[in-house]
């Protein structure tokens, strides 16, 4: 069983910035990547960025140049720093896992708002 907790999620002016940290807790025997993907209301869910186990980034074409993934392997998390927000970045944001095995596990997401 497996847990991910995410944080750092808020209101934010646009042109401001938040940064989310997602914590996997639990029987971690190997991530195959891990990434976050945003819902917003009437929309389709979809990947905003996310990082291999190589070390490997990947970002959604919109994002490109204002959000960066990172990662800490000692603590089991994966950060997503959001940059130059805009108000169409607002969504509920959720921290995904992927197993080498197969299974996902997913965060209880985070709220992110961009209003002026």
């Known amino acids: 069983q497996v847990q991910l907790v995410e944080s750092g999620g808020g209101l934010v002016q646009p042109g401001g910035s938040l940064r989310l940290s997602c914590a996997a807790s639990?029987?971690?025997?190997?991530?195959?990547?891990m990434g976050w993907y945003r819902q917003a209301p009437g929309k389709q869910r979809e990947l905003v960025a996310s990082?291999?186990?190589?070390?490997?980034?990947h970002c959604l074409d919109s994002v490109k140049g204002r959000f960066t993934i990172s990662r800490d392997n000692a603590k089991s998390t994966v950060y997503l720093q959001m940059n130059s927000l805009k108000p169409e970045d607002t969504a509920a944001y959720y921290c995904?896992?992927?197993?080498?095995?197969?299974?996902?596990?997913w965060g209880q997401g985070t709220q992110v708002t961009v209003s002026s």
């Open positions: 995904n896992m992927v197993t080498p095995w197969g299974l996902d596990y």
């Open positions: 639990g029987s971690i025997s190997g991530i195959k990547a």
């Open positions: 990082i291999t186990g190589g070390g490997l980034t």
